[in-house]
């Protein structure tokens, strides 16, 4: 069975503090997808990234850089210099299989304030 | 469309009562996911439908719960004789199959009293 284990369930910080976001995953599959989706109070998911199992490079883009690493089974998402905005529920999600297009597995959340 | 619409944004109904919730996927997006927010939760899966295969229907949570999708685009998710535990935000997504970024709408907040 997939998992997605995302331990903080409540994270706050000072505007332009620098956090990380934690994602820990469970799967068998040995091709397999990761993402990140950001939740502002607004309410749609807005996807962030995908990375697929085959590649264990960090990205970074503008403030944010993710981390992934197959050896702990762990995605976990950095915001550099955080900004009010950032302010949002994030999930962490995993998709498993050759086919790719199944269903997304989404850990619990992490809800992020960003105090001013 | 430009984006996954869903419809209507906002359901009140009584306990008991049916209820149909609209989703347009992104036109020729191939796959369509039901996923459920209950408040303060995350998401949880409920049916996936991947072109003309049969759906996987693992996550509905009862035999209330039903979902079609017509000619490989609109899909109605319907629930019978509604509970109050059924209150939650119904979120649907699109993708144009392959492991690419998955497109969700707006939602639709059910509200059961």
């Known amino acids: 069975a997939q998992k997605v284990t995302q331990a903080q369930t409540e994270i706050s910080v000072v505007e332009k503090e620098d956090v990380t976001l934690d994602c820990v995953y469970e799967?068998?599959?040995?091709?397999?997808?990761l993402f990140w989706y950001k939740q502002p109070p607004s309410g749609e998911l807005v996807f962030l990234i995908r990375?697929?199992?085959?590649?264990?490079q960090n990205e970074i883009s503008g403030r944010y850089s993710w981390n992934f690493q197959k050896s702990t089974s762990s995605f976990n998402f950095t915001i550099t210099a955080s900004q009010v905005v950032d302010s949002a529920v994030y999930f962490c999600?995993?998709?498993?299989?050759?086919?790719?297009?199944?269903?997304?597995?989404f850990g619990q959340g992490t809800r992020l304030t960003i105090n001013p | 469309g430009a984006g996954v619409s869903q419809s209507p944004s906002n359901k009140v109904t009584e306990k008991g009562k049916d209820v149909e919730l609209r989703c347009d996927p992104i036109?020729?997006?191939?796959?369509l996911y039901w996923y459920r927010q209950s408040l303060g939760q995350g998401l949880e899966f409920l049916i996936y439908?991947?072109?003309?295969?049969?759906?996987?229907k693992s996550g509905l949570p009862s035999d209330r719960f039903s979902a079609e999708r017509t000619g490989g685009s609109v899909s109605t998710l319907t629930i019978q004789r509604t509970q109050q535990e059924d209150s939650a935000v119904y979120l649907c997504?699109?993708?144009?199959?392959?492991?690419?970024?998955?497109?969700f709408g707006s939602g639709t907040r059910l509200t059961v009293v």
């Open positions: 799967t068998r599959d040995t091709t397999y997808y």
């Open positions: 439908f991947q072109g003309n295969s049969a759906p996987d």
């Open positions: 990375r697929n199992s085959f590649d264990e």
């Open positions: 999600a995993l998709s498993g299989g050759i086919q790719g297009a199944q269903k997304l597995v």
């Open positions: 997504a699109s993708s144009q199959g392959g492991p690419y970024g998955y497109t």
């Open positions: 036109s020729g997006h191939t796959a």
